[in-house]
């Protein structure tokens, strides 16, 4: 592991529901801190990152901030090391491309850390719609606000790349490609403070359809998702990028409801899909693929872009 912060944390506590998943060794830039972190989770502390990809490890998970995602994604693939990189994987698409061609060279497993598909309700509800469907999702209404941030964190920091697209945006960019296919257009509005998106509202044109979404450092927002189609539709309720409940209303007037708890903090899921893939000799996740990583940061790049960024 590189990084020893908040997601770092949570990711200790998910490894525990992995099936045949171990952290041995963690590095992060400040000394005391790595060894803090190893000490409390029982793991070696690194000296330096290349201590870190010279050990017998089989793969890196990158628990940075975003800016240095690219940088430590592409040493590891270059030492042969799979990697499981949090989201956003990259801060640009440019940048995510560069990612992308070192994994394709060294053909190593790459992968952004996107973690909603892989909850126990999200794969329940497609397995439903399977069964019972409402046809081809039109529209995807959803968003994000979490007020709990503040100026001083790195979200408000325009040299760290902060602001609320790149850190929440992203996962609702997942949810409307995951829906309604490729993005093909994209209007966005916003508010920037201290130079930052501290609010966006987008409007995303896709193969089928049409997503409405926004995200924001300084709200309280719902969180919750409605997926609409010809049939019915489909609220997943908030948060619903960490869904534990859903309710598919279908046209005839018929309600289903679903409930899937989730166990470990939720990353679990989307590490045991890596290591499934690992063991496998795979290099691409079918569920998040390359290609969902350039359109999610496409998205966010073209949004950043009409804010201003
Ligand atoms: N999947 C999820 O549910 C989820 C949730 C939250 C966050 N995340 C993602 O996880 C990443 C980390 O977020 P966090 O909440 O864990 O942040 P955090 O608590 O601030 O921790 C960030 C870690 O990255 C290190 N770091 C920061 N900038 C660095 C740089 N330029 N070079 C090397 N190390 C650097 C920090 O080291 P220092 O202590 O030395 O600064 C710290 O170890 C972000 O990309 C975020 O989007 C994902």
Redesign the pocket.
């Known amino acids: 592991m590189v ?6 944390r949570r990711f200790v506590t998910g490894l525990e529901h992995v099936d045949g998943a171990e952290l041995t060794h963690v590095w ?3 000394a005391e ?1 790595t060894q803090a972190f190893a000490e409390q989770h029982g793991l070696s502390a690194c000296g330096s990152f290349e201590a870190l990809l010279d050990a017998d490890i089989d793969a890196v998970y990158i ?7 690219a940088e430590y994604s592409i040493a590891a693939m270059r030492k042969g090391k799979a990697v499981l990189c ?3 994987a990259a801060i640009s698409l440019p940048e995510l491309e560069s990612m992308l061609a070192v994994a394709r060279e060294q053909r190593v497993l790459f992968m952004e ?1 996107m ?1 909603p598909p892989f909850y126990p309700l999200y794969r329940r509800l497609r397995e439903h719609l399977a069964e019972d469907p409402i046809g081809t999702p039109n529209f995807v209404r959803a968003g994000c606000g979490v007020s709990n941030y503040g100026p001083g964190l ?1 979200e408000f920091d325009l040299e ?1 790349v902060g602001g609320s697209l790149l ?1 929440i945006g992203i996962y609702e960019s997942f949810l409307a490609i995951d829906w309604l296919g490729a993005p093909r257009d994209v209007q966005a509005f916003g508010r920037l403070g201290g130079g930052v998106d501290v609010f966006a509202s987008v409007n995303s044109v896709h193969e089928h359809g049409v997503a409405q979404w926004y995200c924001g450092l300084d709200l309280h927002g719902r969180g919750d998702a409605l997926i609409c189609a010809p049939h019915g539709n489909v609220t997943i309720d908030g948060p619903w990028w960490n869904p534990s409940t859903a309710t598919v209303s279908y046209k005839d007037g018929r309600t289903v409801r679903l409930e899937a708890p989730f166990v470990g903090g939720g ?1 679990n899921y989307e590490t045991a899909h890596f290591c499934e893939l690992l063991a496998q000799g795979q290099i691409e996740s079918p569920v998040i693929s390359h290609d969902m990583s350039r359109h999610m940061i496409d998205v966010v790049d073209r949004s950043r872009a009409a804010l201003g960024l």
């Open positions: 990084g020893a912060g908040n997601i770092a992060s830039r400040r801190a628990a940075t901030a975003h800016p240095s995602h949090e989201k956003p850390a973690k790195p760290r850190d990353l």
